[in-house]
């Protein structure tokens, strides 16, 4: 069996993320008190047809004693020989003080006396230690419902590798990704900005390709970054890594980190590494 325990503060979309898993034939149960983790899995596995993969909501609604106690329910679940791994969903609080507006909603920890904010920020402090043990942590943040539900699909439901590699480029302006393992600054290279015929293409237009082509700078910093990839992502995967996000950073996240993502998956599946793309700026 393997148990995927999926978290988050509310309003980051664990809804979502569950009902994505559950569409690909995961067993879920939504908002199970921790305590009780050992126990479903103790039960399911005696069923004649027990599911291959189970999926369980956990949020800041469990008891704080239970969510103290975590990471040695985490330590129990290993000793039952069930393979286990945990997703934790965020977003910055400005995200997610508009969603809560937006849809009128009422936080689960505010009451007469804790504000939203404050509640938002409580809930982060509640849920430290399940962040901090995370197999992989999804900023979702710039990520749209049907965004959300392909990444969940593409990077847990389906993966049926050792590790799960993301390359996605970023803007600066727009902040570093929270959920990154590895961040490259390719700021250095020839801005195809300043350019006037340039600025309304992207990293993926072949002309932005040839600008960048013609600056042996690009090539140097493509070679760098892929020859660093190549030698330690098999380091990642042998020391039971599950999941690794590497984020591509430029000014506006248009042009040159685009370019060099897009070279970077070129390469590194040439190689034979299993891999998923993504634009922050580009792809919303």
């Known amino acids: 069996m393997k148990l995927t325990i999926l978290s988050g503060r509310s309003g980051s979309g664990k809804t979502?993320?569950?009902?994505?898993?559950?569409?690909?034939?995961?067993?879920?149960?939504?908002n199970?008190?921790?305590?009780?983790?050992?126990?479903?899995?103790?039960?399911?596995?005696?069923?004649?047809?027990?599911?291959?993969?189970?999926?369980?909501?956990?949020?800041?609604?469990?008891?704080?004693?239970?969510?103290?106690?975590?990471?040695?329910?985490?330590?129990?679940l290993k000793n039952q020989q069930v393979e286990?791994?945990?997703?934790?969903?965020?977003?910055?609080?400005?995200?997610?003080l508009e969603r809560f507006s937006a849809t009128r909603r009422r936080h689960p920890l505010s009451d007469d006396d804790r504000t939203l904010?404050?509640?938002?920020?409580?809930?982060?402090?509640?849920?430290?230690?399940?962040?901090?043990?995370?197999?992989?942590v999804i900023d979702t943040s710039s990520l749209d419902v049907h965004t959300l539900r392909n990444l969940i699909r593409q990077r847990v439901a389906r993966r049926d590798v050792n590790l799960s590699l993301l390359i996605e480029s970023f803007g600066y302006k727009n902040g570093l990704p929270r959920d990154a393992d590895l961040v490259f600054d390719v700021r250095a290279l020839p801005n195809p900005h300043w350019h006037n015929e340039?600025?309304?293409?992207?990293?993926?237009?072949?002309?932005?390709?040839?600008?960048?082509?013609?600056h042996p700078e690009s090539e140097l910093m493509l070679e760098d970054i892929f020859h660093f990839l190549n030698r330690w992502l098999p380091t990642y995967a042998a020391n039971d890594r599950?999941?690794?996000t590497v984020a591509v950073g430029?000014?506006?996240?248009?042009?040159?980190?685009?370019?060099?993502?897009?070279?970077?998956?070129?390469?590194?599946?040439?190689?034979g590494v299993p891999l998923h793309v993504r634009h922050r700026e580009l792809d919303g």
Do not use: W
Not at 16 to 30: F, I, P
Not at 45 to 55: F, G, K, N
Not at 84 to 96: H, K, M, N, Q, R
Not at 250 to 271: D, F, K, M, P, W
């Open 84 to 96: 286990t791994e945990v997703i934790f969903l965020d977003a910055d609080p400005g995200t997610l």
């Open 242 to 244: 599950s999941y690794v």
């Open 198 to 214: 340039l600025r309304p293409l992207t990293g993926r237009d072949e002309r932005i390709a040839e600008f960048l082509r013609g």
């Open 117 to 136: 904010a404050d509640a938002i920020e409580y809930e982060a402090h509640l849920l430290a230690d399940i962040r901090m043990l995370a197999d992989l």
């Open 32 to 76: 199970l008190p921790l305590g009780l983790l050992p126990t479903l899995t103790e039960q399911l596995d005696t069923e004649e047809h027990a599911p291959e993969r189970v999926a369980v909501g956990v949020d800041a609604r469990n008891l704080p004693r239970q969510l103290l106690a975590f990471k040695s329910i985490i330590k129990a």
């Open 250 to 271: 430029c000014t506006g996240g248009r042009h040159r980190s685009v370019y060099i993502t897009e070279q970077l998956a070129h390469r590194l599946r040439n190689q």
């Open 16 to 30: 979502t993320a569950l009902q994505a898993l559950e569409d690909h034939g995961y067993y879920c149960v939504d």
